[in-house]
């Protein structure tokens, strides 16, 4: 069940990549997440051991993995880059070069987010993020290189709550070590 559950997921992420667009730009439920919904039923039913619960489940996982990335991760590393230049070029603080890239206006989407941040030090995680994702960046990096490091951090060394087909992956690679999978 484990195995059809992943492919069910998967599946269904390949497929309802168009709905993202959407996800982005509505607050709430939409005509679009109605038809997606549909559409990963219909999926759903190339799969014998999947039931409603487990559809509506993999279908919910996937939303709010796509959510997620756009708010917490997608385009994270060029605000992380374009601060990250500022304090290594000028020598000045993270604050300082975050107030700088928001007084430019360098990324619309984070205005909101960066305001918080500056007002709201104590409560935002951003320069704890960004200082994440640039601890291990050698002095004499190239730029590109450094976009690169900062790229693989935001996606590999922030905070995301597991979801449930990783929870599923770990437990398969454990079986796997472990010597419990009939199918070795």
Not at 12 to 26: E, F, H, Q
Request: proline letters at 2%.
């Amino acid at each position: 069940m484990d195995e059809e559950y992943l492919k069910l997921f998967e599946e269904s992420s390949k497929k309802l990549k168009w709905i993202k667009r959407y996800l982005v730009t509505c607050k709430h439920s939409s005509p679009e997440q109605n038809i997606a919904f549909r559409q990963a039923v219909k999926i759903a039913t190339g799969f014998c051991h999947m039931n409603y619960d487990t559809t509506f489940l993999a279908y919910a996982e996937h939303m709010w993995n796509v959510v997620f990335n756009y708010v917490s991760r997608e385009d994270h590393d060029l605000l992380y880059f374009e601060t990250w230049k500022r304090v290594t070029e000028q020598k000045i603080s993270f604050e300082e070069a975050l107030k700088a890239v928001h007084q430019e206006d360098v990324f619309p989407r984070f205005k909101d987010m960066i305001q918080f941040a500056l007002d709201h030090k104590e409560l935002s995680d951003l320069e704890s993020n960004f200082l994440t994702c640039v601890e291990c960046i050698p002095d004499k990096a190239k730029e590109n290189r450094v976009c690169e490091l900062i790229k693989w951090a935001v996606w590999n060394k922030l905070f995301k709550l597991m979801m449930f087909h990783e929870y599923i992956i770990r437990k398969m690679e454990i079986v796997k070590h472990i010597g419990l999978d009939p199918q070795a």
